[in-house]
């Protein structure tokens, strides 16, 4: 599935009004904005990729388009993908890209290979 150019202009763009330093890598057939190390939020499977931890993801699955995100058949803990309809929006976008910031200090990164 081709990478949403336009969401991920709009992420860009979002970060840079926030003075976000990140780094952007090809992962998982998509893409993921790394934030400190981290993976944040990205493009997955057609929609956004949210890393939001794994308290807020029963809260947050309530919200239009948010599911629980599933890599090769299984949960992924703490992470949500997110279909088009839900950040559609500029505000709605702004909330998820707000949310993964504000997980993000607490989030592990992964170990160096």
Known sequence: MPVDEYLLERIDKALHRRRVQWVGKKMFGGYCYMVDDKMCIGFYQGGLMAR???DAVEQLTKR???TQ???GGRPMK????IDPAGYDSEADLEFWIDRCLAFNPEAKASRKR
Do not use: S
């Open 69 to 71: 995100m599933v890599h």
């Open 64 to 66: 239009e388009g948010a």
């Open 78 to 81: 703490g992470y949500l993908r």
């Open 52 to 54: 939001v931890g794994p």
